[in-house]
Nanobody, 118 residues
């Protein structure tokens, strides 16, 4: 199983980025997908999650109205559209896959770094 995250970068506050996570080696449509982030010196937190059928289950309060999670099961890819970025959005963003039957995320990508300058 491989989760390949991409799309991070260095941007100024107010800019947008779109992260992608391409999955392989698993039946993608059987997995809930999530985006997590870890800011320097902080614990990892969930940013957003989406069920196999596209129903969104989570948004962190700090990103509501600015970030949008989506998925394309045919492409086995999950996205995170991030608008109006703030310096506090800086961190390493990880995608993860959780089987429908599980409460735990089983597979994790390698992370893509997002840096938002003020």
């Amino acid at each position: 199983v491989q989760l390949q995250a991409s799309g991070g970068g260095l941007v100024q506050a107010g800019a947008s980025l779109k992260l992608s996570c391409a999955a392989s080696g698993l039946p993608f449509s059987n997995y809930r997908m999530g985006w997590f982030r870890q800011a320097p010196g902080k614990e990892r937190e969930i940013v957003a999650a989406i069920k196999w059928n596209g129903i969104i289950t989570n948004y962190a309060d700090s990103v509501k109205g600015r970030f949008t999670i989506s998925r394309d099961n045919a492409k086995q890819t999950v996205y995170l559209q991030m608008n109006s970025l703030k310096p506090e959005d800086t961190g390493v963003y990880y995608c993860a896959a959780r089987p429908i039957s599980s409460y735990d995320y089983r597979y994790w990508g390698q992370g893509t770094e997002v840096t938002v300058s003020s």
